[in-house]
């Protein structure tokens, strides 16, 4: 049986996703066709999705088997009404790899104190600013699913104390895994490098607000590559003035792109990074949905099943 699949997403995306997913399709053993434009939305067993395509109204769409999001993040789709059947969202060994060189670089970035030496004017000597060793440095991953818990992992692999926070407890070697209210009272009061990497649901929005700031360790660097509505900005900027955030690098907003007039733009302690901690990569991603396709053909149960009730 054929499996017709709708591609709905930017047309940028065209040129890298259909080789790499016809292949993994045939690999899969799964005969499809792809359409990169809308036909008959009834026609359609599979949407493979990305914000960017426009799609919104899926009501036209009876016979679907499962939305593939391209996406991690879902809260866009699992709040979408319109739409009656599974969501899977994207687990992407690629991604995962990404997100956690990003972290990590940007965890190293303030731990070794980059921008003070690249920012030293000449005759500035500034050897009594030598960096301690990792293992005196504490990181509290807020978030201990696919990205976070990879990242916890990574920089508990350099010797960093890593704390890790995530709705129910994980046990992760060498992770401090909390959870709860005072769970998450305690990693941030600990923390001198906060890493977000929760999703956006209506347990997590303006999480990092300014009653979490008075937890905070004085000159926490906060690092936000979950979403941009996790954090009250007007929070954000009021705990950077009274010193208690020493520096917030920020790859999601709330609205994006990050309007030009914005004024984290030019906020002396804030580093704006344009969404691109970790993309979906099609190599990789192209098997995951191959591999639903094949569940959904063979009536087993999908991966990375949406809990709609939860938003993630
Ligand atoms: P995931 O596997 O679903 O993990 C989410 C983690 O957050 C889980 O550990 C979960 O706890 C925890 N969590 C959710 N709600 C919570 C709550 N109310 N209290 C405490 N912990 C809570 O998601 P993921 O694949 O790691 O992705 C995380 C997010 O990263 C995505 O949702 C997306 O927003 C963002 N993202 C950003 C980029 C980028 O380029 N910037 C790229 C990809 C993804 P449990 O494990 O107990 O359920
Ligand atoms: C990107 O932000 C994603 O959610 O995949």
Redesign the pocket.
Known sequence: MTVNVLFSADAKHFADWVDSLNAALEEARVKSEIDFACDDPAKYDYVVYSPDGGLRDFSGFVNLKAVLSL?????TLASNSTIGCPIC???DPG??E??TE?VVGQVLRHHLDFDRFLDAKPGEWLQHLGPPLARDRTVAV?????????CARALNSLNFRVL???????NIRGIDCR?GNDG?ESAVSEADILVL?????N??EN?CNASLFAKCRRGVVLI????GA?VDEGDLVAAIDNGTVSHATL??FRQEPLPAQHPFWTHPKISV?P??????RFRTASQVIAENMRRGGAGEPFLHVVDRQ???
């Open positions: 996406w991690a993040g879902v809260e969202r994207m687990v991604m995962i990404g997100m990003w807020l978030g201990l699913g696919q990205l976070g818990s990879d890790g926070w995530s709705r129910t407890v994980k959870s998450l990497l929760l999703p956006h649901t347990d997590t999480i936000n590559s979950g979403r996790l790859d999601v990074w969404h691109i901690a970790s993309e979906t939860r938003g993630y």
